[in-house]
């Protein structure tokens, strides 16, 4: 069984419309995040959820937001989507521990608007 | 704030060793990490390292840690083709118990039969 899966594996669509990604783990993990990773395969994050608290990346435009409805998922939804939300975004989940944060990740989402 | 700095590109020929290097701003992470991305995948954990460690050696994986100077290196010795792939590595961002990771921009790893 895959420990964090993520649908669909591609998503392309038009500027403007409203999407989302959906986000699993079976892992029995506290926290989930996304990141993005840009066309240079630069990393960010762009949120982390744990036990109903949100952590929001202030860099994050707010037709982003994640949805959690319940301890094992965590899904995206973007808005009026733009061309430069085009990249690929990583689901991920870990522990809770104050100390050792081992990220597992999902094999991620190539988000493409024309 | 934090930032974790990693040469991007690093190309070497199959059987020698690789030596992919990072250096990190927050002297008070507790744990780093190396991370792999294979073409199409998402990351995964390859290694880590508790900060009062000096060394830690796994099969072909070498990390060293000089917190002196705030460097990481991963070595992979013996590099395969099917170790082509992108390496990230990784620190604790400050944050409390929800402190998340803090990634470099990642070194792509190219192994030439």
């Known amino acids: 069984d895959t420990a964090v899966s993520q649908t669909p594996k591609y998503l392309v669509t038009q500027m403007g419309n409203d999407k989302s990604i959906k986000c699993e783990q079976n892992?029995?993990?506290?926290?989930m995040y996304w990141y993005k990773q840009d066309s240079k395969k630069f990393l960010k994050i762009m949120f982390s959820y744990n036990n109903k608290e949100l952590i929001i990346n202030e860099t994050v435009p707010n037709r982003f937001s994640p949805k959690s409805p319940d301890k094992a998922h965590l899904n995206l939804h973007i808005n009026s989507l733009e061309l430069g939300d085009s990249a690929v975004y990583f689901c991920?989940?870990?522990?809770?521990?104050?100390?050792?944060?081992?990220?597992?990740f999902g094999s991620g989402t190539q988000l493409s608007v024309l | 704030g934090e930032d974790v700095e990693q040469s991007l590109f690093l190309s070497v020929r199959e059987g020698d060793s690789s030596v992919i290097n990072c250096t990190y701003t927050?002297?008070?992470?507790?744990?780093l990490y190396w991370y792999k991305q294979e073409p199409g995948a998402g990351l995964q954990l390859l290694t880590y390292i508790f900060s009062n460690m000096d060394m830690k050696q796994d099969q072909r994986l070498t990390v060293l840690l000089n917190k002196k100077d705030k460097h990481l290196s991963l070595r992979i010795a013996d590099t395969q083709t099917g170790d082509s792939a992108i390496y990230f590595c990784?620190?604790?961002?400050?944050?409390?118990?929800?402190?998340?990771?803090?990634f470099g921009k990642g070194t792509k790893l190219s192994v030439k039969p």
């Open positions: 927050d002297s008070s992470s507790t744990y």
């Open positions: 991920a989940s870990s522990q809770d521990s104050p100390i050792n944060e081992k990220l597992f």
């Open positions: 990784a620190e604790k961002g400050y944050g409390g118990s929800q402190g998340n990771l803090i």
């Open positions: 892992l029995g993990h506290d926290t």
